[in-house]
């Protein structure tokens, strides 16, 4: 049995990645601001934080084996109206939550000799309209995950999931009508959304030994749209 992290584990690629890792008989500790959806899920306990703002986390093992943080945001206009607090908004919940749960149990996740999974978007490596704010924040992200993997090998292993759009909570209003998911799709090489249960096996395989040997990558999982051109 193995000690694993999801913050954000309530909802969406979050949620889907809890329900691998508890059905594996590990314990999970879910970080979010609100526990829902895992009530029902063996070995599966819930912190109450806003990765936001400053915070502690009590009661997790003095070995952590994995840490996803699925948390973050999908905040999209002309980059003229994004206001400083927009900017900020993002890069609070994208950059700094995860600085703040890493450093918090930097000693457990080297005494288990951790795997973390952090995400980020396509625009980071495509440029896209109305991206402007999260594609920046998304960008620290990936430059947090390969100086944490540098500085902390061999304890530690960091790596990124680049997505494109999933059909997550997250991504309701992008995906709201049929209208909107024909649109979408049609911009994918391989004509579709993606979904949570696709990037919560990817985000498991990284976390798990099977990945021992991958470190420091950004890995597009994002229907062909970052490198093929069809």
Known sequence: MKNYIVVGGTSGIGLELTKKLSNEGNNVYVISRESKNID??????????????????????????????????????????????????????NVM????????????LKAGNASLVFFSTVAVSQGMSFHASVAAAKGGVEGLAKSIAAEYAPKIRANVIAPSLTDTPMADKLLSNDKKREASSE?????????AEEL????HF???????????????????MSALRP
């Open 187 to 195: 911009r994918h090489p391989l004509k579709r959304v993606g979904n």
């Open 206 to 224: 990284l976390l798990s030994e099977k990945s021992g040997w991958i470190t420091g990558q950004v890995l597009g999982v994002d229907g062909g």
């Open 40 to 93: 029902d899920l063996e070995n599966v306990f819930h912190l109450s934080v806003d990765v936001t703002k400053p915070f502690e986390t009590t009661g997790l093992p003095e070995e952590i084996h994995g840490l996803a943080y699925c948390a973050g945001s999908i905040n999209l206009k002309p980059f003229h109206r994004f206001s400083d607090e927009d900017f900020e908004s993002d890069f609070q919940v």
């Open 97 to 108: 939550g995860a600085v703040r749960i890493v450093r918090e149990n930097i000693k457990a």
């Open 200 to 203: 919560a096996s990817i985000a």
